[in-house]
């Protein structure tokens, strides 16, 4: 059983939007933060943005500030990906991501414990 699932992508035209969903399967850890990555064809998985549940901060990738907003339900954990404003660079395989520690690591995929299969997004220019 695949212990987080994204929903939420598919094809969009630049500068459309779409929101991207993703909860726990059943019952996981208590969270410290979950956070979005992103990955396209040929190229590393990238971080997109992070919400940090205790300090209730989020931080998010220069490459989307001002367009994707990150939020969700910490006790749930379940978060959301608000991405507005979309261009064809943002196409790529979208994962979520639970982590238990705390501080800068959440910007990098080792920083997290529990991950999803991912949801694609493409963007037509």
């Known amino acids: 059983q695949v212990p987080l699932v994204e929903s939420g992508g598919g094809l969009v035209q630049a500068g459309g939007s779409l929101r991207l969903s993703c909860a726990a399967s059943?019952?996981?850890?208590?969270?410290?933060?979950m956070g979005w990555f992103r990955q396209a064809p040929g190229q590393e998985r990238e971080f997109v943005a992070v919400?940090?549940?205790?300090?209730?901060?989020?931080y998010y990738a220069d490459s989307v500030k001002g367009r994707f907003t990150i939020s969700g339900d910490g006790p749930r954990n379940a978060v959301y990906l608000q991405m507005n404003l979309l261009e064809p660079v943002d196409a790529a395989v979208y994962y979520c991501?639970?982590?238990?520690?705390?501080?800068?690591?959440?910007?990098?995929?080792?920083?997290?414990?529990?991950w999803g299969r991912g949801t694609q997004v493409t963007v037509g220019s």
């Open positions: 919400v940090r549940w205790s300090v209730g901060s989020t």
């Open positions: 059943g019952r996981i850890f208590s969270s410290y933060g």
């Open positions: 991501a639970a982590g238990r520690q705390a501080g800068a690591i959440l910007r990098f995929p080792t920083g997290y414990d529990l």
